[in-house]
């Protein structure tokens, strides 16, 4: 479950956490400054949750007027619909609305690897570059492949995992 805290914009007032868009309007509603009157404005902070729903929430760059989008997409959305959103918004340059009603059908190509290295490894396996000899695979200098593939995909760790992407 993710925890957030409404931090008052108003340093005479206390602040709240809440789990839900119910639970802050109903915390919202009572709260009040020093001189009892009402609180408005609040900045929104992520306090607990998984590692990939708090990469969400800096990418979504959560406030007091979309933070109920975010638990709502956090909660309904799974890992590689929230992986999409992160590179999409955080690393390619998507906006948010053109992401966050879909996430899967930003044209993007994803690998849980390590490094490039690694995904010129792959792709030599996968016969990307064609049929190549068992006696000539020792020769392959996989360190300049990823160097040439380091043009077209970027690397990100997002929750303590690394991954390679490509956006078009």
Same mark, same amino acid.
């Given at each position: 479950?993710?925890?957030?805290?409404?931090?008052?914009?108003?340093?005479?007032?206390?602040?709240? @956490?809440?789990?839900?868009?119910?639970?802050?309007?109903?915390?919202?509603?009572? !709260?009040?400054?020093?001189?009892?009157?009402?609180?408005?404005? @609040?900045?929104?902070? /992520?306090?607990?949750?998984?590692?990939?729903?708090?990469?969400? $929430?800096?990418?979504?760059?959560? !406030?007091? $007027? !979309? /933070?109920?989008?975010?638990?709502?997409?956090?909660?309904?959305?799974? !890992?590689?619909?929230?992986?999409?959103?992160?590179?999409?918004?955080?690393?390619?340059? @998507?906006?948010? #609305?053109?992401?966050?009603?879909?996430?899967?059908?930003?044209?993007?190509?994803?690998?849980?690897?390590?490094?490039?290295? %690694?995904?010129? %490894?792959?792709?030599?396996?996968?016969?990307? /570059?064609?049929?190549?000899?068992?006696?000539?695979?020792?020769?392959?200098? @996989?360190?300049? =492949? $990823?160097?040439?593939?380091?043009? #077209?995909?970027?690397?990100?760790?997002? $929750?303590?995992?690394?991954? =390679?992407?490509?956006?078009?």
């Amino acid at each position: 479950m993710i925890q957030l805290f409404a931090q008052p914009c108003d340093v005479s007032a206390t602040g709240f @956490y809440f789990e839900s868009a119910e639970d802050y309007e109903a915390k919202a509603k009572t !709260n009040r400054n020093d001189y009892g009157q009402s609180v408005e404005e @609040y900045e929104i902070q /992520f306090i607990d949750g998984d590692g990939i729903d708090c990469a969400m $929430a800096k990418a979504w760059e959560i !406030n007091q $007027a !979309n /933070f109920a989008d975010f638990l709502e997409a956090a909660d309904d959305w799974d !890992n590689e619909a929230k992986l999409r959103y992160i590179i999409a918004v955080g690393e390619c340059g @998507y906006a948010h #609305d053109d992401v966050a009603d879909d996430p899967s059908r930003i044209d993007m190509t994803l690998y849980e690897l390590t490094s490039m290295c %690694e995904l010129a %490894e792959q792709f030599v396996d996968e016969g990307l /570059f064609g049929d190549i000899p068992e006696r000539l695979q020792f020769y392959i200098d @996989y360190d300049a =492949i $990823a160097r040439d593939l380091s043009v #077209d995909y970027s690397e990100v760790s997002i $929750a303590g995992t690394h991954f =390679i992407f490509h956006c078009a």
